[in-house]
């Protein structure tokens, strides 16, 4: 597996997981986090896709924990639904 193939394919599954369970908040803000924590994950030589989405996953959540309540709202206004 690839470099890029790690990091699409796990993307992918993080994204779908968050998406279906309705905790996205702003699709672009939203991909950074997850691209960023995968990103750091393969520089350390994780290569497992499951586990960097899981990671991935994990990580999201606890940055949008820490993001003020009315950010998401404002994100969504801008970018849309």
């Known amino acids: 597996m690839t470099l ?8 992918d599954i993080a994204w779908s997981f968050l998406e279906k ?7 672009a ?8 924590s995968i990103e750091q ?10 586990m960097l989405a899981n990671r991935a ?6 940055q949008v ?5 009315v950010r998401p709202r404002i994100l969504e206004l801008v970018e849309g639904p």
């Open 21 to 27: 369970s309705g905790e996205l908040r702003g699709a």
């Open 41 to 50: 994950q393969l520089r350390k030589g994780e290569r497992r896709k499951l």
């Open 4 to 11: 890029v193939s790690a990091l699409e394919e796990s993307f």
């Open 57 to 62: 996953i994990s990580n999201y959540r606890a």
């Open 65 to 69: 924990a820490e993001m003020p309540a």
């Open 29 to 36: 803000e939203s991909a950074d986090i997850i691209l960023d």
